[in-house]
């Protein structure tokens, strides 16, 4: 079963607003990566989080983790149409094998 | 640094033929990783290589599927006698001996008819 579900499947907003994305899990984990794929490219790291780390930040993006909970957001400010893309979170276990969700598709209308 | 590069980037392949897909990791990445992504779907792990080694293969079909990363050259993904199922996207990863993340390769987008 997947180890990583983010919610919502899909997400529009617009130009400027904020997009918040999702992800649960369900074993334990090393650490929580974000990725972005634009359509029918490969995939972009954009974070990666700890399990001893809350918060972290990187530009317009912010990530929690609250492992008790097991789960994490995907917060990007001032989103800009060039955001457009999906966003998968995945996680690492007890290896460096990574564990990915389906993703949420977000569409930032200009 | 050229990143992780992965050829062809398109391959189209009739039943029952077979498909190479290679991925040259970044400079100084000793690891390197296989996933197939289905159309609308996340990635699905495949197996995780080092120089001429197989760490974990735990993601690969028992049959007609193969993978190395030989101590000279790329990582190659064969598939042998590809059936339609097998169309996807195959993307390939590296990175360092010290682990902080991935970097992803664009992909080789296989498609069998």
Redesign the interface.
Known sequence: S?Q?EEDPQALSIQEGENATMNCSYKTSINNL?W?RQNS??????LI?IRSNEREKHSGRLRVTLDTSKKSSSLLITASRAADTASY?C?TDAR?????????TKLTVNP | NAGVMQNPRHLVRRRGQEARLRCSPMKGHS?V?W?RQLP??????MV?LQKENII?E??MPKERFSAEFPKEGPSILRIQQVVRGDSAAY?C?S?PKT?????????T?LTVV
Do not use: C, I, P, W
């Not at chain 1, 029918?40 to 790291?45: A, E, F, Q």
């Not at chain 2, 609308?40 to 792990?45: A, M, N, P």
């Not at chain 2, 682990?99 to 992909?107: D, K, V």
């Open positions: 997947q990583g990566q990725y029918g490219r490969g995939l972009v790291h990666l998968f995945a290896s460096e094998k990574l564990v990915f969700g389906k993703g | 690891h990783y996933y609308e779907e996340g990635l699905k792990f995780y974990d735990s993601g993307f990863a990175s682990y902080n993340g991935y970097t992803f390769g664009s992909g987008r």
